[in-house]
């Protein structure tokens, strides 16, 4: 799951791996997350909310969002990303709202809604009209847990949304934190305090783990050279490349492919490589 503003959408994504660290993105589906077991950090904007086992959380489209995890091994968690058009029964007004706390917690939690995330992750492709059905379930089930709140529209938020979206388009270029400040006209102290404040990581740690992410996809997906993965990506040197992949991925790129490769023919249908594989180790 990339760190950056998603267009895609169309279609249901259903991910179910160990709960872990996932960078500040966006995108314009409804994200349900829901914890089987240990806990997950979700962060909305700049607020952080616990989860443990048993909760379900609901993130809007367009919300800057992120996950963290510090819990033991054996961890799991289901993440369904539904696009809007699977919610079309209940009208369009809610996109322009959120709500003022995003996680139900395990006590609140209606039946309906276990039931219907564990239906979703049983279900094929070939059954849309289940899966349709399901995910507006989820939604109105969750709905009579939420109280939502009308977006406020504040300046800090369309900071944050313009960062997210300026490193999805620039990334793989030479960005500096002076330059994107003069890009987006704001200065360089307040894009250093959204990336603290917001992202819990400087502005070098967010690139770098946006192209990172990135060249992840391409090992996965692509035959394509080491060297070459590196350059599109955007790494200044196959030096700096190969020390941020052991920081995050405690392997080499080589190593990472290999495992990707033979966890793909083993369970290809199961969860996100990248998050997978980066959340057992981070």
Same mark, same amino acid.
């Given at each position: 799951?990339?760190?950056?503003?998603?267009?895609?959408? !169309?279609? $249901?994504?259903?991910?179910?791996?160990?709960?872990?660290? %996932?960078?500040?993105?966006?995108?314009?589906?409804?994200?349900?997350?829901?914890?089987?077991?240990?806990?997950?950090? $979700?962060?909305?904007?700049?607020?952080?909310?616990?989860? +443990?086992?048993?909760?379900?959380?609901?993130?809007?489209?367009?919300?800057?969002?992120?996950?963290?995890?510090?819990?033991?091994?054996?961890?799991?968690?289901?993440?369904?990303?539904?696009?809007?058009?699977?919610?079309?029964?209940?009208?369009?007004?809610?996109?322009?709202?959120?709500?003022?706390?995003? #996680?139900?917690?395990?006590?609140? #939690?209606?039946?309906? %809604?276990?039931?219907?995330?564990?239906?979703?992750?049983?279900?094929? /492709?070939?059954?849309?009209?289940?899966?349709?059905?399901?995910?507006? %379930?989820?939604?109105?089930?969750?709905?009579?847990? $939420? +109280?939502?709140?009308?977006?406020?529209?504040?300046?800090?938020?369309?900071?944050?949304? !313009?960062?997210?979206?300026?490193?999805?388009?620039?990334?793989?270029?030479?960005?500096?934190?002076?330059?994107?400040?003069?890009? $987006?006209?704001?200065?360089?102290?307040?894009?250093?305090?959204?990336?603290?404040?917001?992202?819990?990581?400087?502005?070098?740690?967010?690139?770098?783990?946006?192209?990172?992410?990135?060249?992840?996809?391409?090992?996965?997906?692509?035959?394509?050279?080491?060297?070459?993965?590196?350059?599109?990506?955007?790494? +200044?040197?196959?030096?700096?490349?190969?020390?941020?992949?052991?920081?995050?991925?405690?392997?080499?790129?080589?190593?990472?492919?290999?495992?990707?490769?033979?966890?793909?023919?083993?369970?290809?249908? /199961?969860?996100?490589?990248?998050?997978?594989?980066?959340?057992?180790?981070?």
């Amino acid at each position: 799951m990339y760190p950056l503003y998603e267009a895609a959408g !169309r279609e $249901l994504t259903l991910l179910d791996k160990a709960p872990g660290h %996932i960078s500040p993105h966006l995108h314009q589906a409804v994200e349900f997350v829901y914890v089987e077991k240990e806990t997950l950090e $979700l962060g909305v904007g700049r607020e952080l909310y616990h989860m +443990e086992a048993g909760d379900f959380g609901v993130v809007f489209p367009n919300r800057i969002h992120h996950y963290q995890a510090f819990g033991g091994p054996g961890g799991r968690a289901f993440y369904l990303l539904a696009p809007a058009s699977m919610l079309s029964p209940f009208g369009n007004e809610w996109q322009q709202r959120s709500p003022r706390i995003p #996680v139900i917690r395990r006590e609140d #939690v209606p039946a309906d %809604i276990v039931n219907a995330v564990y239906r979703l992750f049983e279900s094929t /492709k070939e059954e849309q009209v289940a899966r349709q059905a399901y995910v507006q %379930i989820l939604f109105a089930k969750a709905m009579t847990r $939420l +109280e939502l709140a009308d977006e406020n529209g504040q300046e800090d938020g369309d900071i944050v949304y !313009r960062c997210v979206c300026y490193i999805s388009e620039h990334f793989r270029e030479t960005v500096t934190l002076p330059k994107m400040a003069r890009a $987006l006209g704001v200065g360089s102290y307040v894009l250093s305090r959204v990336f603290s404040g917001t992202f819990h990581r400087n502005f070098n740690q967010y690139l770098n783990e946006t192209r990172l992410d990135y060249a992840c996809s391409l090992l996965m997906h692509t035959d394509r050279p080491v060297t070459e993965v590196c350059m599109e990506a955007g790494f +200044e040197s196959q030096r700096t490349f190969n020390r941020v992949f052991r920081q995050f991925c405690h392997m080499t790129p080589r190593e990472y492919r290999k495992e990707m490769m033979a966890a793909g023919r083993s369970a290809a249908h /199961k969860s996100d490589p990248l998050c997978h594989s980066r959340s057992a180790r981070v």
